[in-house]
């Protein structure tokens, strides 16, 4: 049983109070005061008094009702006695009654006796929540039956049938518009207008779009609402994810190549593992708070970790379980037998998660990787010839002294030119070519706080970085402060730049480095920068000595800030990033306008290529995690972090068994159990959900109207044995997608026809029972994207960066939508970047989720907006102009679109208006026109031209719903 009965002192042993029957006198007590608030209709705070086992066991804030060692200890005494009214229970109010003295008295006597409460007076009986439907193993499948066969069973004990066949054309096009999200192209309408009564023409029809590439744009959509995908960050700041494209586009893949459900879940949870890099993205979809945008106290960046590891166990759990265990943060589930233990030990299978981008090994990023090597080889070459060009370190400057004697000698002023001021972002030391052992960095002050160093690079003859762990070289320190994984001293020759890949000291204004070779190296260059992203300035060391151990173990002086530009305590403005210090101003030697040229030319190459390379580097990456020991996990007393208790491991929910998994464990292997746990067939959740989900995506609700919870509070299905055989057939033919919509597609179910009659809606008003097809408007993309694909329009391009619907990408607010749309933009919408609960101008309004929480079903409104939007809207009026020109088009006219009014009698077409009238109905219907509409297109379309009537067939029902 979910609940636990806490150890009293039984009945049996305790006397009662003379006088005392817990049904006479104390039930009547509980079900007058008490059950309005907790009783069989409500429990508030988790605490109910009409069933034993839930009374004894308290309430979400406080202990057990009844303390065997201290029966007046009870804070149900201390509610119902309390002088405070607005703390007293019952609480004031015209229904409550505050208990009588007597009844007072009652209750004393009755917990000084033990809480005597007889087993089987309780009025109300629980259901034991593990004997839950969805609980249960999958029933074993009937190899006679069919998706017709449960279906028919139902309508015939209520008296109906299935309705008759949908007419030919109309079960293409809502075929097609239900898998694509498209109507189907004129060439297929023209062969299956032909072909439709051949006996494998429905098959054929589903076997092409099932293979096509826009089956998977269409239900990767579907997926993308149910874990919330978007390409901003959310919250108030709502920065841009600018690599978060490469989940959805990974979606779309899997879909396409009917990658197994089983192994879909396994590549979103630990696709790292199992060469799919960018799935994992799937973990990380949810919003999260940016490390700027919380608290610097320490309290504050313990619950955002905390809310950000929560996020990923809702996104599992209701995404593949239909489960909320999520609720289970604070206090056990209140419905379903998920304790709070259960949430956290969920937790610790995850807590080695950080929302991050992270360098992949897709095809894009190794082609981008390939490109920024070419860019670092010219890179170099360009380094090796600034660097004839840059002038020599020289420490400790040399001395003149002039004088008439030994005693009178005075320093003579040396004017050399000086090497360019310390810069935040890259500073190059040239040096004689030296053979060492090691070299030795030593910081003397910093323009403030304690040094950071991003990278320290030490280059060889060859333009070879000796310096990088990879090449064996150790490093030492006099002292490091540490944030994992951001300031550590291993980061500082790691080949990574930026703040937050660097090295710290601890001491202010002070440190020291130290690389020693595996083998004697010949130096020739040293380059070191703060932070070579150049997004912060202080902590940049302004006076410091670089020394070369020689081959005798002996440290000498090669570098030191004596010949640079004085710099004051702040950093001077941030100035070229280049890796030489070389400039028209500062050579050793004043140069020749050749040699200035030559400097200019290479620096502006340089610059170039630099930028460049940092768009390569940033390709690489994907906003698909990045993963490290995981956080040590504590059940959190009402989840507040600030309260700890137990140490947690990871285990699955205790009433679905034991994992067997070794807390021990490193990250992956964690995501990895997990993984297998949930894509097990004999998990009955798992296929049970996402068969639910493909049928409720074919018929616009699912068997199981709760489709994010198959809980105890969520619904039951309207067919089990049918929900069962889809789950059952899905595992026996591995776990494919693709079976399961060829099975329900080409079912008599999906082909009826959706009118309507009256016996159906007397008996089945909702259509629960499928005695027809149940009509839908589409879904939001899909509008967009068959407007575009009837005008002729629509750019099939896939995968890759989001292109813009607004002005910005991301931001605090002042989302400007673009109206006009070329190119990229005439997209599918599922490529739109998306950002987080900010909907489309024109599109939002038909219920497009705006990502803030999982949708796992569209909820259908109508409002005014929507057809003031389609009607007036820029996009609908330059796709029906498009619409009308490809008609013209398509007709040998060689006369433009024209209307009266707006293109003269010069624009106006010599095609026949009846004939444009009929294509443009089969293009954006599949039908021709009644001889009625023809009646009535005919003087609009002769008045104003064919484009207001392309216009208002883009807004008619029948355009904007599944047949």
Request: aromatic fraction near 2%.
């Given at each position: 049983m979910l609940w636990v009965v806490l150890s009293v002192v039984s009945t049996a042993q305790l006397p009662s109070e003379p006088g005392i029957d817990f049904v006479r006198d104390i039930q009547p007590i509980f079900e007058v005061h008490c059950f309005a608030c907790h009783g069989p209709e409500k429990q508030k705070s988790g605490f109910r008094l009409d069933v034993k086992s839930r009374a004894l066991q308290g309430g979400d804030h406080y202990g057990p009702m009844v303390d065997p060692n201290d029966p007046n200890a009870s804070p149900l005494l201390d509610w119902v006695k309390n002088q405070n009214p607005q703390e007293r229970m019952p609480p004031p109010g015209p229904a409550n009654k505050p208990l009588s003295r007597s009844q007072i008295e009652t209750l004393e006597a009755w917990f000084a006796a033990g809480a005597p409460w007889p087993d089987g007076v309780d009025k109300t009986i629980l259901i034991d929540p593990k004997s839950h439907w969805s609980f249960q193993p999958l029933a074993s499948p009937n190899p006679l039956a069919s998706i017709d066969t449960w279906i028919e069973s139902k309508l015939l004990a209520q008296g109906m049938s299935l309705s008759p066949p949908a007419l030919p054309m109309q079960w293409l096009r809502r075929v097609s518009l239900d898998l694509h999200g498209l109507p189907p192209s004129p060439e297929l309408a023209a062969w299956f207008a032909h072909h439709h009564e051949e006996p494998e023409a429905y098959s054929r029809v589903v076997e092409q779009m099932l293979a096509s590439p826009r089956y998977a744009e269409r239900w990767a959509q579907h997926w993308l609402d149910v874990v919330r995908y978007a390409d901003t960050h959310g919250f108030e700041v709502n920065t841009e994810r600018p690599h978060a494209w490469h989940y959805r586009d990974y979606v779309i893949r899997a879909l396409q190549n009917d990658t197994p459900f089983d192994q879909f879940i396994r590549e979103q949870i630990a696709g790292d593992q199992l060469g799919q890099d960018t799935a994992t993205g799937f973990l990380i979809t949810a919003s999260v708070l940016l490390p700027g945008q919380i608290g610097a106290d320490e309290p504050s960046k313990r619950l955002a970790r905390q809310d950000a590891i929560d996020e990923i166990v809702v996104n599992l759990s209701q995404s593949f379980l239909g489960l909320s265990i999520g609720c289970a943060r604070c206090h056990d589930h209140k419905f379903d037998p998920i304790s709070q233990e259960d949430y956290y030990a969920m937790q610790a299978f995850v807590a080695g998660v950080d929302y991050e981008d992270r360098l992949v090994d897709t095809p894009w990023a190794i082609e981008n990787k390939e490109r920024g090597e070419r860019i670092s080889d010219e890179l170099r070459a360009i380094d090796r010839e600034l660097l004839r060009l840059e002038p020599l370190a020289r420490p400790n400057p040399q001395r003149f002294q002039i004088g008439t004697d030994l005693q009178s000698l005075q320093d003579l002023p040396v004017v050399l030119p000086k090497r360019p001021r310390v810069q935040p972002t890259i500073n190059s030391e040239r040096i004689l070519p030296t053979e060492t052992r090691g070299v030795r960095f030593s910081i003397l002050q910093t323009n403030r706080l304690e040094p950071c160093i991003d990278e320290f690079e030490i280059f060889n003859p060859l333009g070879e970085n000796v310096a990088l762990s990879s090449r064996g070289t150790q490093v030492t320190s006099s002292g490091d402060s540490v944030a994992p994984d951001r300031h550590e001293l291993r980061l500082v020759n790691d080949g990574s730049y930026g703040n937050s890949r660097s090295w710290m000291s601890n001491q202010v204004g002070k440190g020291t480095l130290t690389f020693e070779f595996t083998d004697p190296v010949i130096v020739e260059r040293l380059v070191w920068g703060r932070d070579r992203l150049g997004e912060f300035q202080d902590r940049l060391a302004i006076q410091y000595t670089i020394e070369?151990?020689?081959?005798?173990?002996?440290?000498?002086?090669?570098?030191?800030?004596?010949?640079?530009?004085?710099?004051?305590?702040?950093?001077?403005?941030?100035?070229?990033?280049?890796?030489?210090?070389?400039?028209?101003?500062?050579?050793?030697?004043?140069?020749?306008?050749?040699?200035?040229?030559?400097?200019?030319?290479?620096?502006?190459?340089?610059?170039?290529?630099?930028n460049d390379r940092k768009t390569w580097q940033e390709n690489q990456k994907a906003f698909a995690g990045r993963f490290r020991t995981p956080d040590a996990i504590h059940l959190l007393l009402r989840g507040d972090p600030e309260q700890p208790q137990q140490k947690v491991e990871p285990r699955i929910p205790g009433f679905f068994g034991q994992l067997g998994i070794d807390p021990s464990e490193s990250e992956p292997k964690r995501r990895m159990a997990i993984a297998d746990w949930i894509a097990s067939p004999s998990n009955p959740l798992t296929p049970r959900v996402i068969a639910n989900r493909i049928w409720q995506g074919h018929f616009g609700i699912g068997l199981v109207d709760t489709p994010n919870d198959f809980g105890i509070h969520g619904q039951p299905p309207s067919h089990p044995e049918l929900l069962d055989w889809l789950a059952a057939e899905l595992i026996a033919n591995n776990w494919s997608l693709k079976s399961l919509h060829r099975a329900i597609v080409l079912s008599k179910t999906y082909r009826q026809s959706s009118q309507s009659n009256v016996k159906g809606l007397e008996i089945d008003a909702d259509c629960r029972l499928l005695w027809r097809y149940p009509l839908r408007r589409l879904e939001a993309e899909a509008i967009r994207d068959s407007i575009l694909a009837v005008s002729g329009q629509l750019n099939t391009a896939m995968f890759g960066r989001g292109y813009d619907l607004f002005a910005q990408r991301g931001g605090l607010s002042g989302f400007q939508p673009i109206e006009q749309f070329q190119g990229q933009g005439l997209r599918r919408m599922i490529y739109a970047h998306k950002v987080r609960r900010e909907r489309e101008a024109v599109f939002g309004a038909f219920d497009c989720p705006d990502a803030g929480q999982s949708t796992g079903l569209r909820r259908t409104s109508t409002t005014p907006i929507q057809a003031l939007n389609l009607l007036n809207s820029v996009f609908t009026i330059e796709q029906s102009k498009a619409f009308a020109e490809r008609l013209h088009r398509e007709a040998g006219s060689r006369g433009q679109t024209g209307s009266r009014g707006q293109t003269g009698s010069q624009g106006e077409s010599q095609a026949d208006p009846t004939q444009l009238i009929k294509a443009a109905y089969q293009h954006s219907l599949c039908r021709d026109p009644t001889p009625d509409e023809i009646a009535d297109a005919l003087p609009i379309v002769q008045e104003l031209g064919v484009e207001t009537l392309c216009r208002a067939l883009f807004n008619c029902n029948e355009f904007l719903f599944l047949p």
């Open positions: 070369l151990l020689g081959l005798d173990g002996q440290w000498t002086l090669v570098a030191d800030d004596s010949d640079r530009n004085s710099d004051a305590l702040d950093p001077a403005p941030q100035g070229s990033s280049s890796a030489s210090n070389a400039a028209p101003n500062s050579t050793s030697t004043n140069p020749s306008s050749a040699e200035s040229a030559a400097i200019e030319t290479l620096q502006t190459r340089q610059k170039q290529l630099q």
